[in-house]
């Protein structure tokens, strides 16, 4: 079955980076999309960006534009998210989430969640 | 972005009652791009329904959607002890898709 499995918890200070893991199993990693949404707490989710598991190309929403980087670890099927210059709005939980279909933007398949808290 | 606008923001109801959730999009959503997710605390959100109206596998048939242009809408018909959680609508225009404000269902 389908699995994604998130890294652990982490506690960073304002300015420090935090980098996210995202292993997949279960379906060809190469095939569906892979989207990174984070969730303030008591808050909507909200987008973070997404990245094309064949050939490593991402796309970031605005608001992150230069603090996130996606990466992808085609060897052992896992993507990556690192946020830099970590602000205390930052501290959410951060979802990694796969398409339901190719092409398609419903997200049918969610990682545990890593809660990344940022305190000084 | 497209604004997604939840109401109610929380419903209290009690087993057996069918309830109905809104979404507005502040423009209108081509080919009915609009999912519901459900999540309950300290857990991912789950996909309900996409396209307006297509269940998701496994979704229990007591759920449905509708609407389409601006507007869309959850039912939950006869209400369940699992059913209590926060319900959150989406719009898939495109890549930058948004998530309504949520609704949270209470037992009565």
């Known amino acids: 079955q389908v699995q994604l499995v998130q890294s652990g918890a982490e506690v960073k200070k304002p300015g420090a980076s935090v980098m996210v893991s995202c292993k997949t199993s279960?379906?060809?990693?190469?095939?569906?999309?892979l989207f990174w949404v984070r969730q303030a707490p008591g808050q909507r989710p909200e987008r973070v960006g997404w990245?094309?598991?064949?050939?490593?190309?991402?796309f970031a929403a605005q608001i992150f534009q230069g603090r996130v980087t996606m990466t992808r670890d085609t060897s052992i099927d896992t993507v990556y998210l690192e946020l830099s210059g970590l602000k205390f709005s930052d501290t959410a939980v951060y979802y990694c989430?796969?398409?339901?279909?190719?092409?398609?933007?419903?997200?049918?398949?969610w990682g545990q969640g890593t809660l990344v808290a940022v305190s000084s | 972005d497209i604004q997604m606008t939840q109401s109610p923001s929380t419903l209290s109801a009690s087993i057996g009652d069918s309830v109905t959730i809104t979404c507005r999009a502040s423009?209108?959503?081509?080919?009915?791009?609009v999912a519901w997710y459900q999540q309950k605390p300290g857990t991912a959100p789950k996909l309900l329904i996409y396209?307006?109206?297509t269940l998701e596998s496994g979704v229990p048939s007591r759920f449905s959607g509708s609407g389409s242009g601006t507007d869309f809408t959850l039912t939950i018909s006869s209400l369940q002890p699992d059913d209590f959680a926060t319900y959150y609508c989406?719009?898939?225009?495109?890549?930058?898709?948004?998530f309504g404000g949520g609704t949270k269902v209470e037992i009565k």
């Open positions: 989430a796969r398409v339901r279909l190719p092409g398609t933007l419903t997200l049918s398949h």
């Open positions: 989406q719009q898939y225009n495109s890549y930058l898709f948004t």
């Open positions: 990245i094309n598991p064949k050939n490593g190309a991402t």
């Open positions: 279960g379906y060809n990693f190469f095939n569906y999309y």
């Open positions: 396209g307006a109206s």
């Open positions: 423009q209108s959503i081509s080919n009915n791009w």
